[in-house]
Every structure is written in structure tokens, then in C-alpha cells.
């Protein structure tokens, strides 16, 4: 019989709550019109994330990190990432999760700064939203 890769996931939700973001709140910007363009393509903002994600009961283990945007009601957000070496880079869609860390829990906190681009289709009608992202960890 086949099996696919996600049939054995257990994920278990991280404790993020001390992470937080510089500054607390983002103002979305419309991109700029490009030349021969009839509308703007969506909207955008950048803002600088402070990861602190509590480990300490999986110290020692070997797992998978991943970070997760849930879908919601308004549009898909993008969010793409760079990091200060921690954990990885990389991009994410409303609805997904992707990698972010691999290996050995070294430590009782995981800590990071990323720098996150966000970006939205021009059908963003809110003028406030929460983008509730969150870690799960899949062990080995």
C-alpha cells in the first residue's frame, strides 16, 4: 500500500506569543503603476519580525518547523522572507505552510529576525486585518 509524506504528520502548534513585529502595525501601500499599465497591481508593505518561539519541551528532538498563514475570508496574502540566519527564508500564500527550520531542537526559544514583504491582490478591501501566522512542528 502508498502512503504520501503528509499521511504521518503530527503536527503540534508552537507557543509564538513573544514574537512580535517592528512596528506593531503596517500600513498596506499600493504598488506603483507601471508604464502601459491601466491599474495598480495590488498592494504591498514590509515590516521586520521578531521570532521568539518556545521549544523547550522538544529540545533535543529532531523535527521540521513550519510557518503558517491561514486562508480567511478577505484576499491571499504573500509573505516573503529573509531571515538573520536562524531559520530560512522563504515565501508563503494564504492557506500554506512552508519549512523554516530542520533538525535538532538546539535550545529552549528559537529566535530570529525576518524581514517580511507582504503583498495583496488589488481586491484588499480592508481597512484593518490580522494576519494571524503561527508555527507548527512536525517530529521525527
Do not use: C
Not at 34 to 62: C, H, L, P, Y
Not at 116 to 132: C, E, G, Q
Amino acid at each position: 500500500m502508498l502512503m504520501t509524506a503528509t499521511a504521518g504528520a503530527n503536527p503540534h502548534r508552537l507557543d509564538d506569543s513573544l514574537s512580535h513585529t517592528v512596528p506593531p502595525n503596517v500600513q498596506m501601500q499600493w504598488l506603483p503603476l507601471k508604464s502601459g499599465q491601466a491599474f495598480a497591481g495590488g498592494m504591498e508593505a514590509w515590516v521586520r519580525v521578531n521570532i521568539r518561539i518556545d521549544t523547550r519541551d522538544w529540545m533535543g528532538r529532531s523535527g521540521r518547523i513550519y510557518m503558517v498563514l491561514p486562508r480567511d475570508q478577505a484576499s491571499d496574502i504573500e509573505a516573503v522572507w529573509t531571515t538573520q540566519g536562524r531559520l530560512q527564508a522563504g515565501r508563503l500564500v494564504s492557506g500554506e505552510r512552508t519549512l523554516v527550520f530542520a533538525g535538532t531542537i538546539p535550545a529552549a526559544t528559537l529566535e530570529d529576525q525576518i524581514h517580511v514583504r507582504l503583498r495583496s491582490n488589488a481586491d484588499w478591501t480592508s481597512s484593518s486585518r490580522r494576519l494571524n501566522f503561527h508555527f507548527e512542528l512536525d517530529v521525527d
